[in-house]
């Protein structure tokens, strides 16, 4: 499945309501819409001027959906659907995001430090269609930068 438009990733987003997540270190499970989203706001929080990663927080999770039964298989998975509508940074970060082996750059660093303070943030983090302008945006001009390849 790869991902061409905004709606089918608003979609995707909005399947993961209710959808609970790999449990956390206290055991506890996350529903992977909430997670998304608070994610997305602490990420928003830290690197304001950086949309791409702030998108990266809130669509790491979908490979839940995709791979439900494949763990190993999931960021992989993930990553190949949002490449073409949100670009190779994004898709390489998501792919990276659980394997804690890998070298990090300061993106991966701040990806993975929010996604864990997610897992016990309590925050009103907003709803999903807050981020529609900034999807569509970065759907945009990751169109227009693949035109040009």
Known sequence: MELRSVEELMDLLYACRGVRGTPDRAGRSVDLHEHALRTAALLRRSR???????????VHSVGHLLRPADPAGRAQRAADAVRPLLGQRVARLVRLH???????????????????????AAFDAGVLEDWRTVLELV?????RLGAVD
């Not at 759907?139 to 169109?143: E, I, L, Q, V, Y």
């Open 98 to 120: 659980p394997w804690l082996g890998t070298p990090a750059d300061d993106d991966l660093l701040s990806l993975r430090q929010a996604a864990e303070d997610a897992l016990t």
């Open 48 to 58: 304001p001027a950086d949309k791409e990663l702030q998108l990266t927080g809130l």
């Open 139 to 143: 759907a945009a001009r990751n169109s």
